[in-house]
């Protein structure tokens, strides 16, 4: 069955400080994965998708950046945080060529002071 | 744009009642929409999935609607329970494969 990872579960960090957010999917090959964020009262906002290894696309401008080095690793990083940076960080794939369920990882929470 | 809303952000029933929630779009037609549940500090999990040429799927105690001519998906859970207490949220696919989500229903079950 597939799984997907994601860490730290919890993260406090610096304004100005560097992130590296990590997300692994076993027991699938060639997935779409994606970083959703999800601020305090808002919903979930599309950040980056993957549709392969390299393969980036964002999806708003901002002090973010996504990677994708391996096929089932996707990490989320920024240079210099910020306050409004802070959030529910999730990770999610879905099967190639599927157009359906999406699956979620446990999530990331940021705060960035 | 397409947009996909759930106007209420909280609803609050009593057990052994039955929720109902609801999804409206505007400026589009989807294909299918989508349902998850997400827990506090969890990430979401997919509950059911409707067609634009299915009226009603039901699941256990859950049963989603899709009225295209309303442009409206109703989510009802029969015979709720405090564990049923969570945020309720409606999904169609967006452009890129990814999923547009609505803000979600809070629903607190009250024993």
């Known amino acids: 069955s597939q799984t997907i990872h994601q860490w730290p579960a919890t993260l406090v960090q610096p304004v100005g400080s560097p992130l590296s957010l990590e997300c692994t999917v076993e027991?699938?090959?060639?997935?779409?994965l994606y970083w959703y964020r999800q601020a305090a009262g808002r919903g979930l906002q599309l950040l980056f998708y993957s549709v392969g290894i390299g393969q980036i696309s964002s999806e708003v401008p901002q002090n973010l950046s996504a990677s994708r080095p391996q096929d089932r690793q996707f990490i989320l990083s920024s240079k210099k945080l910020l306050l409004s940076d802070s959030g529910f960080y999730l990770c999610?794939?879905?099967?190639?060529?599927?157009?359906?369920?999406?699956?979620f990882g446990p999530g990331t929470r940021l705060l960035v002071l | 744009s397409q947009k996909i809303e759930q106007n209420s952000e909280a609803l609050n029933i009593q057990e052994g009642k039955t929720a109902t929630l609801t999804c409206n779009y505007t400026n589009y037609s989807p294909a299918y929409l989508q349902w998850y549940r997400q827990d506090p500090g969890r990430g979401p999990v997919f509950l059911l999935l409707?067609?634009?040429?299915?009226k009603e799927k039901r699941k256990e105690r859950l049963k989603v609607t899709f009225d295209t001519t309303l442009k409206q998906s109703l989510f009802h859970i029969t015979a709720s329970q405090p564990a049923d207490s969570a945020t309720y949220l409606c999904a169609h696919l967006g452009s890129q494969g990814n999923l547009i989500f609505g803000k979600g229903t809070k629903l607190s079950v009250k024993p």
């Open positions: 999610a794939w879905r099967a190639r060529g599927s157009l359906e369920t999406q699956y």
């Open positions: 409707i067609r634009e040429n299915e």
């Open positions: 027991g699938t090959s060639n997935p779409n």
